[in-house]
């Protein structure tokens, strides 16, 4: 099941890091409910490369699914080029109704396996600029917009890592401050009607992670995972929740969210919960 009926009709998105894997997801599910999705990344010319995907290509097939989509290319490790990226919506659409902070860097090293003394100190910083640090400067960019609308919704691209260990010291700590940040945010963005939560998908079939699969680096089955388009469906339900601001400051979890709004993935079925699949519960508090 779809989230046939909820209509973002009308209001602006902003996903960044959407030229593939969950940004692209997010951005099409947000286009098939009628939003115009603005898509940023770096990539706008994949020829040659491992991963296919670009922003233009996510924004072309937004349009085809109903909504509208703006291909930005921007480097989200620059804080002058995430400040004229939101410029440029103000100044073209008058308002920014939603900010999805999914940008990440691909590690630079191989992440599935050694010890943090083992890693680089480049990982941390691949793990905390352009992930941790970025969606803090989107978020700091956007408030002023919301703050004004007095309304808006700002999420958070995390993981169950947040709360127990996966992959890497500076994976796990780069999303526990992730979830952290979207706690309080919500303090100071409550009391002008903006909405902040921190969103956990599970195992996530991007192209990415279905290539390292591929290749033998992850230690664990994807076949019983999400696919991207599961986390879009999640953030369309939020956004589409007239109550979503008694979630604000939360950690949800996109298989709670399909039972607790009624939609499922794009092959019709409710995925398992990471937490029974991989020997994880999430936190009683985040």
Not at 112 to 119: D, L, Q, Y
Not at 164 to 191: H, Q
């Amino acid at each position: 099941m779809t989230n046939e009926g909820k209509s973002l009709k009308g209001q602006v998105a902003v996903v960044t890091g959407a030229s593939r894997g969950i940004g692209k997801g997010i951005a099409l599910e947000l286009g098939a409910a009628g939003a115009t999705v603005y898509v940023t990344a770096r990539t706008v010319d994949d020829s040659g490369a491992d991963i296919p995907g670009t922003v233009g290509a996510t924004a072309e097939e937004v349009t085809r699914l109903g909504g509208q989509g703006v291909p930005i290319q921007c480097d989200h490790s620059r804080d002058e080029e995430i400040k004229a990226l939101f410029e440029r919506v103000v100044e073209e659409q008058g308002r920014i109704d939603i900010l999805v902070n999914n940008v990440f860097t691909l590690p630079s090293e191989p992440v599935f396996e050694g010890t943090f003394w083992e890693h680089s100190a480049a990982l941390w910083d691949d793990f905390m600029h352009v992930g941790c640090r970025a969606h803090y400067m989107a978020s700091h960019a956007v408030a002023p917009t919301m703050v004004t609308q007095k309304s808006g919704l700002i999420v958070n691209i995390s993981s169950f890592a947040g709360a127990a260990y996966i992959f890497s010291v500076p994976y796990g700590v780069g999303k526990a401050a992730v979830d952290r940040m979207a706690k309080d945010m919500a303090v100071e963005l409550g009391p002008h009607g903006v909405t902040c939560v921190s969103l956990w998908p599970g195992v996530v079939r991007t192209e990415y992670l279905t290539k390292s699969h591929e290749d033998g680096e992850v230690p664990f089955d994807i076949a019983n995972g999400e696919s991207p388009r599961f986390t879009g469906r999640a953030v369309v339900a939020v956004a589409s929740d007239p109550k979503r601001m008694e979630k604000t400051g939360q950690v949800l979890i996109c298989y709670e969210l399909g039972h607790e709004y009624g939609f499922t993935d794009i092959d019709g079925r409710q995925p398992p919960a990471l937490g029974d699949q991989m020997g994880l519960q999430p936190p009683a508090e985040a």
